[in-house]
């Protein structure tokens, strides 16, 4: 299966269907009058998301969904048909946006929760609608009103309470895999991980929490550089960053110079996403020998000038990641304690996140007009040419998503 996080399609809604004229011929039975029945409406188009569902794959071989027409009315005070809603799954977390207006539709957040994002046309009224007193015999008709046609862009967030941020090879998937039982791929090179990965932290019976890795950012990220900005935005969704950091690289590069531009790119991509809670995890300290662990950690600790929680941990062999998990759980509970008992703080919250994801959104937007101009040479392309080829190998990475 590939991973595909965005996907623009075109819905159109069914066509009313037409009312129809007729009048009542039946032996013996003179002037039976007018019975043309109504026609049908016709169907809308709804998104519903479905746990089942992890990727937009589908929506990138297949752009255009068109819902059923209604039926037309007919003699005797028939009713035509009505046209069969059509319903698109999607992931849970989908963010659904209009194309045109860059209106955001909705975001569907719990499984089989629904959304329509185009009503179906109105049926036509046949001709005994239009009896009265004075009218005894009306032949006017109404025709069934055109459906919505909406130009939709699908954007896919993980849902996950804690995020992992950090540069390439620092041990972010070495971190989840000894957290959680998911299995990301683990390499000694750089940018193993192409796709985001979730784990589920089971810290007690009835206490977890989901975590999610994305892939390694680099110095320039925000300007496209590596595998750029794009997974960010699935960070945008989460309460806590975790930022990771080797204490020892393999090649001898600065830690705090490597976690001084991880911090940089983040404000870049999104100020509201780079002022959210952040703990810093020093990874790695088994490489280092015991004497000097502690001076090497508080060294990067006063090089950052952090003021947040600082752990120390060697996610290989899981030392020192049981007390994080457990701080993380009571961190999480204590801010749902919180908004149960002030509501306002959960409009905050809700606010809060919306403007991450505006702000990711004109960030990546950004970077893809950057990208059209390269590639067209210093031009920017005429309209109607997408720079998001739909056959581009870009998006044809193995999804890796774990229970």
């Known amino acids: ?29 003179a002037k039976g009058g007018p019975d ?9 188009v709804y998104l519903e998301a479905d746990h089942s569902v992890n990727t937009m794959v589908d929506y990138r071989y297949q752009r255009f969904y068109d819902a059923e027409n209604g039926r ?12 069969v809603d059509l319903v698109l799954r999607v992931p849970v977390g989908t963010t659904v946006i209009d194309e045109d207006t860059q209106e955001v539709l909705g975001d569907l957040k ?12 109105f049926h036509g009224l046949g001709n005994l609608r239009y009896k009265s007193s004075t009218n005894r015999s009306p032949t006017q008709t109404s025709s069934g009103s055109d459906g919505e046609i909406r130009n ?3 954007e896919m967030k993980v849902l996950a309470d804690v995020g992992l941020l950090g540069l390439p090879n620092a041990g972010k998937s070495t971190f989840i895999r000894s957290v959680s039982s998911a299995k990301p791929k683990v390499a000694g090179y750089p940018f193993t991980t192409l796709v985001p990965n979730l784990g589920v932290v089971k810290v007690q019976a009835h ?40 204490v020892a690289p393999f090649d001898q590069s600065d830690p705090v110079a490597g976690a001084s531009a991880i911090i940089g790119e983040l404000e870049r991509f999104s100020p509201t996403l780079h002022g959210r809670d952040r703990w810093l995890v020093l990874n790695k300290i088994d490489l280092l020998p015991p004497e000097e662990r502690e001076a090497r950690c508080a060294q990067i600790v006063e090089g950052l000038n952090w003021q947040g929680p600082v752990y120390s941990v060697a996610a290989i062999d899981k030392s020192g ?39 990711s959104r004109a960030r990546i937007q950004e970077v893809a007009e950057l990208r059209r101009i390269a590639r067209a040479g210093g031009q920017v392309l005429e309209d109607g040419i997408d720079e998001d080829d739909w056959d581009e190998d870009d998006y044809d990475v193995e999804v890796a998503y774990e229970p």
Do not use: W
């Open 152 to 154: 939709l862009r699908l």
């Open 36 to 44: 043309g029945g109504d026609g049908g409406d016709g169907g809308s």
């Open 1 to 29: 299966m590939k991973f595909v996080d965005e996907a623009t399609i075109k819905v159109n809604a069914g066509r009313g269907g037409n009312g129809a004229m007729s009048f009542r011929r039946e032996k013996y039975i």
């Open 207 to 246: 206490r977890s929490f989901v975590i999610a890795d994305i892939p390694g950012l680099i110095e320039g990220a925000s300007e496209g550089a590596g595998l750029g900005v794009r997974f960010l935005k699935h960070l945008t969704r989460t309460r806590l960053l975790l930022h990771i950091v080797d």
């Open 72 to 83: 037309g009315g007919s003699g005797r005070n028939c009713t035509g048909r009505s046209g």
């Open 110 to 121: 719990r499984t089989e929760q629904r959304l329509m994002v185009a009503q179906g046309g």
């Open 321 to 359: 990641v049981q007390p994080i998990c457990g701080a993380i759980m009571s961190y999480l509970e204590r801010q749902a304690e919180e908004e149960a008992e002030n509501p306002e703080l959960k409009k905050i919250e809700s606010a809060t996140q919306s403007a991450m994801q505006a702000e």
